[in-house]
């Protein structure tokens, strides 16, 4: 690791202030940001620890949702009985990722800001435009059976491991942000991460120094709840491909994918064509899809993972 | 959090270490340290406790595990400094008056290791696990996430994943759980 001063914050003004510096960083959980500091991918020259701010609750919303503290660990919002009973597809989606040791330690905002597992982004030997911008991307004709077909460029191919994040976008999750200049604003999830494009190494739409503080559920919607993961392991691996899947007796709902994309994948387009099935969905959710030559099975994948989940949450 | 390029950080002159109190099986431990060394570092290196062990120092072989205010957690990949106040049980912490843990018992007699040097990590992680099963948690196999499940042992299974043994001695560590769970000796 690269030295660092290191800071616990007291407050969450000051933990702003601390972390607008462009070269500090805040850190939560750890499980992946220490990570990435022991390889040098991460270099913060200094670290504000947002650890013992009062942001570990869950609470009941005015309208009927929750209001779930950035801090709240993975563990502990996955075994909290209202969030079992009321959206079930975010307990089973926090379930299928990691370990219980990470999921003690890993934070909801963390969970949501973790970076890419993508090989060449953790691969100090190669290029990789995430990790420096403008060296090039060794994805593209590498080790890439793992990366996104979806909202790629021709600078980056990493997706979003985030099972978290699959969930919460499926649930119109809201993401409650305050700045270094004390300004409180209010992010949908599906607009916090930002397109590759020509800039992969910009990833949300945060600026220096602003926090995640909260993510807000809306009241459940209605129908029945499923989240289905296929990875290459039983337990704790990443997804090839996910499924969030919420399903109304009459068909309708709304479907996000994990594992194809640099944020959960859901367009409205595609969720018009719930009641015709899987196939039809899939086709809209896939179009402009750019497979590679190791990761064309995502695309068949899709439509399976979906059927089955369609399926399941049908009962 | 927002993110950044890995841009090359500009070095300190020097480090300023940094003090911290950790409480470790029940005994305090005051600490003047460099903030890099981890959870892991310091229990082996400065407070000599080396039951703990070091796998793959990346969070995902949970021989580092050890168990932080009843939880248990990847030693490797949490920094010492962070841990001021906490209450910290490594596998040196698990015996009472010299009798072994219950768990550490039924691994013996469940033959639950070869090598062994997962072991210390696999018995923390199966003791928070009873503590977690108890406090009605779910798992990735729990069918309806709604209910407290039986703890089977493809629940065992599930919920240490986050520990790897190499010497797979997986069928006696499920058996030696079992046991414990099932309170008795078999």
């Known amino acids: 690791m690269k030295p660092f001063s290191y800071e616990r914050a007291s407050g969450v003004a000051a933990a702003c202030a601390s972390a607008a510096e462009p070269t500090a960083k805040f850190i939560a959980g750890g499980t992946n940001l220490i990570d990435l500091m022991k390889l040098q991918i991460e270099t913060p020259a200094h670290l504000v620890d947002i650890g013992a701010l009062p942001l570990a609750d869950v609470e009941e919303t005015q309208e009927g949702g929750l209001r779930i503290g950035a801090l709240v660990t993975n563990s502990a919002l996955a075994a909290d009985m209202r969030v079992r009973r009321r959206y079930p597809l975010l307990s089973q989606a926090i379930l299928a990722g990691a370990s219980t040791q990470l999921r003690n330690k890993a934070t909801t905002g963390g969970n949501l800001l973790q970076r890419t597992r993508c090989p060449y982004f953790y691969d100090t030997t190669k290029p990789c435009n995430k990790r420096v911008p403008g060296s090039g991307c060794a994805a593209l004709a590498g080790l890439n059976r793992m990366n996104a077909v979806l909202g790629v460029s021709d600078n980056c191919i990493a997706a979003h491991p985030s099972d978290m994040a699959v969930a919460m976008t499926a649930l119109d999750a809201r993401v409650e942000t305050v700045a270094p200049d004390g300004a409180a604003r209010t992010i949908p999830l599906d607009a916090l991460y930002r397109a590759p494009g020509n800039t992969p190494h910009i990833e949300t739409v945060l600026a220096p120094g602003e926090l995640i503080r909260s993510v807000v559920l809306p009241p459940p919607p209605p129908g029945r709840q499923r989240y289905r993961k296929v990875r290459d392991r039983a337990s704790y691996a990443f997804a090839l491909v996910s499924v969030g899947a919420i399903v109304q007796r009459d068909g309708t709902g709304r479907v996000a994918l994990g594992g194809v994309a640099h944020r959960p994948w859901r367009l409205e387009a595609a969720e018009a064509e719930m009641p015709r099935g899987a196939k039809a969905v899939t086709e809209k959710l896939l179009a402009g899809a750019r497979p590679t030559h190791e990761n064309a099975f995502k695309l068949p994948l899709v439509e399976r993972t979906l059927a089955a989940a369609l399926a399941e949450a049908r009962g | ?186």
């Not at chain 2, 030693?75 to 841990?83: D, F, K, R, Y």
């Not at chain 2, 992680?125 to 503590?131: M, P, R």
Request: net charge negative; glycine share 8%; hydrophobic share 40%.
């Open chain 2, 1 to 186: 959090m927002a993110s950044r390029p890995a841009e090359a950080a500009a070095e300190p002159a020097q480090i300023p270490s940094q003090k911290v109190a950790l409480t470790v099986n029940g005994r305090r431990h005051a600490l003047d340290i460099d903030p890099r060394v981890t959870l892991l570092d310091a229990l082996r290196e400065n407070l000599a406790l080396t039951g703990t062990k070091k796998g793959c120092d990346q969070g995902q072989c949970g021989a580092c595990t050890v168990i932080v205010n009843g939880q248990r957690i990847n030693s490797c990949l949490t920094l010492a400094v962070m841990h001021a106040g906490d209450e910290i049980t490594t596998i040196e912490g698990l015996a009472e008056d010299g009798d072994l843990h219950p768990m550490q018992a039924a691994f013996v007699r469940h033959d639950g290791l070869q090598c062994g040097y997962c072991t210390p990590g696999q018995i923390c992680s199966a003791v928070a696990l009873l503590a977690e099963h108890k406090a009605g948690w779910p798992s990735h196999v729990t069918a309806d996430v709604a209910t407290v499940p039986a703890l089977t042992d493809t629940e065992i299974a599930e919920r240490m994943s986050g520990n790897i043994c190499r010497c797979a001695a997986y069928a006696n560590i499920v058996a030696a759980i079992r046991d414990v769970a099932e309170g008795g000796r078999s």
